[in-house]
Every structure is written in structure tokens, then in C-alpha cells.
């Protein structure tokens, strides 16, 4: 199973904390470092300070800290960038990595970010997507002197160049969510991969729809990779796990996430690993404390990974 580690920096969180989070995620072994790609923080629990930063601008200095881990976002908003814009963003981030981006998309739900910095949040979004995963798979497909062209109700390309492509000869597509038809077709007809945010029986359960979504479209669904989100709290007492959690507002009741000792989040994984999980996300919502970070990777990352 992979494991990566997965932050939401809009809650509160400076470049610098950012990098050296990403920095001690691959010297620990995490397969992939993935962010959010939000503006404005969620809650009450922080005060968002010291703002936003924006996913790929940092995501292309962490490419430079970093040589082996994964690089991603989970999930870029469709309502963020145009899809010729985002295909030249995340190629150039691979070509700054050598090969080692993913590329997370959804449609966005967020509404009050979008008020706050003039964003337009239209009610098509599921549209967009589905035009967005066509332009990006096509700017990455041509070669040489060819163009692209689209014509779609969204998004109207002509005479497109591909002079930037990705390094990667297929940079991965995740797709997610727990729409009951709609989003299972577009992850079986342009994902890589379906991630589901939920706990190891919630996320078998989605796992279903979209093999079957898979089967449908004339897909193998052993051809896609499925994995989960989990936030984690992991310590070696409750009241360390207690203490992490209320630094922040988290919830350790929420039987979706992954709390416990070390031994109990390798025992958590393994559940998602019977359902059919090949990643799980591990979510860290602080991340100035990189003992967590560190007690996540030397006792639960041996025994999984």
C-alpha cells in the first residue's frame, strides 16, 4: 500500500512550513506529499493565518526541495484556472520534478472562497470537469508542430500548442467524490484514480459503484487505483492523541478517521487495504508539529508501506 501525506495549509500555514513538511514526508518514506487547493480556511478552530498560498505556485518550489516524493493536489478546483492554463501549470511542474506530479480535479464546492477573492462559481461545474479532463488529456497528447482544438459549452480552444508537455508519459488523474452516478462515469471514463474521503467501509462502498461505473463504460476496473483520505491522530497515549486534536479543532469521534496508537493506524490501513484501497492519504491538519509526522513514519510507515 501507498501512503502519502496529505495537508490543508490554507488552514494556517506559511511556504516555509510547507517545504519542511514535504521535506520530512519524503526523508520518512511517504510515497506522496499532497495539498489542498483552497484559498480561505475552513472553520473556527485556526485564524487561517498567515494566509493563502496557491497549490501549484508552492507545489513547484517543493519540486526543487524534494528528488522522490509524489507531488499533488487533492483536489484543484475547475473553477480556479482554465484548462489550457492548469495543462502548462502542472506540466511545468513536472518538468520541475522530473516526472512526479499528480494531478487532483474536482468541481469545487467551497462557495464562500469564491465570494471572498471574485471567483466565479457557476452552477454547471460538473460540465466543466468533465470539459477540463478532455482539454488537459488533449494538450498532452499531441506532438510536435500539432494543435489542439475544442469546441465545448464551457470552453472553446483554437490552434492550441503543446510546446510544454509533462515529463511523465501519462501524468495520473484523480478523481473523487460520493456522487452516486455521475462522478463514477467521469472517474471510469478519464481517472487514473477514484479517492474517496471515508472510512474504510464507506470507501469500499464507493469502490463498487465505480467498478461497476467501470464496467459500464467498457473499462477494466482493475485499471484504475482506488484509495481514501483518512485524517490521522496518531499517539502513544490518548491524551497525546487529545492534545494534537485540540490544537486544532479536530475531531477524534469521527468514525471516518484514523485515531489511535501506532499499532491501531497500521490496523486501520490494513482495513482499507481488505476493501480495495492501493493509497490511503493520511491528512495532518498541523503542520508546525513534525513529531506527528516523524511517529507516523517510523512506527506505522515500516509495517505498510
Known amino acids: 500500500m501507498e ?14 512550513e510547507l517545504r519542511d513538511f514535504a521535506v520530512s514526508a519524503e526523508r520518512l518514506g511517504f510515497h506522496g506529499f499532497f495539498r489542498s487547493d483552497h484559498y480561505l480556511k475552513m472553520g473556527e478552530a485556526t485564524d487561517g493565518a498567515p494566509g493563502p498560498t496557491d497549490a501549484w505556485t508552492s507545489l513547484a518550489a517543493i519540486a526543487v526541495e524534494t528528488s522522490t516524493v ?3 493536489t ?7 484556472r482554465t484548462p489550457g492554463i492548469l495543462a502548462v501549470q502542472v506540466a511545468n511542474v513536472d518538468d520541475i520534478s522530473g516526472g512526479r506530479v499528480e494531478l487532483g480535479l474536482g468541481t469545487g ?16 461545474r460538473f460540465g ?21 482544438d475544442f469546441s465545448g459549452e464551457h470552453y472553446q480552444l483554437e490552434g492550441a500548442p503543446a510546446r510544454q508537455r509533462p515529463v511523465q508519459d501519462s501524468v495520473p488523474i484523480i478523481v473523487g467524490g460520493g456522487g452516486p452516478t455521475r462522478t463514477p462515469r467521469i472517474a471510469a471514463r478519464y481517472a487514473s484514480e477514484f479517492n474517496s474521503f471515508s472510512g474504510p467501509t464507506g470507501a469500499g462502498d464507493r469502490f463498487d459503484v465505480v467498478r461497476a461505473a467501470c464496467e459500464t463504460e467498457g473499462r477494466d476496473p482493475e485499471s484504475l487505483r482506488y484509495s481514501a ?3 490521522v491522530w496518531c499517539g502513544r497515549s490518548a491524551e ?19 485515531v489511535g496508537s501506532p499499532q491501531q493506524i497500521v490496523d486501520i490501513l490494513a482495513a482499507y487495504a481488505e476493501r480495495g484501497a492501493a493509497r490511503v492519504y493520511l ?6 508539529d513534525l513529531e506527528h509526522l516523524e511517529l507516523v513514519g517510523t512506527k506505522v510507515l515500516p509495517h505498510v508501506a
Open 3 to 16: 501512503i502519502c501525506a496529505f495537508v490543508e495549509p490554507q488552514q494556517g500555514a506559511s511556504y516555509t
Open 128 to 148: 466543466m470537469l468533465e470539459e477540463q479532463l478532455e482539454i488537459v488529456g488533449g494538450l498532452w497528447s499531441i506532438s510536435g508542430d500539432e494543435t489542439f
Open 283 to 288: 491528512q495532518f491538519f498541523d503542520l508546525r
Open 74 to 80: 487533492l483536489v484543484s478546483s475547475v473553477t480556479y
Open 70 to 72: 509524489r507531488l499533488g
Open 240 to 258: 497525546e492523541r487529545a492534545t494534537r486534536a485540540e490544537k486544532v479543532g479536530g475531531n477524534l469521534e469521527n468514525p471516518d478517521n484514523a
Open 229 to 231: 483520505v483518512a485524517q
Open 109 to 124: 464546492w467551497f462557495e464562500a472562497e469564491h465570494r471572498a477573492y471574485g471567483i466565479p462559481f457557476p452552477e454547471k
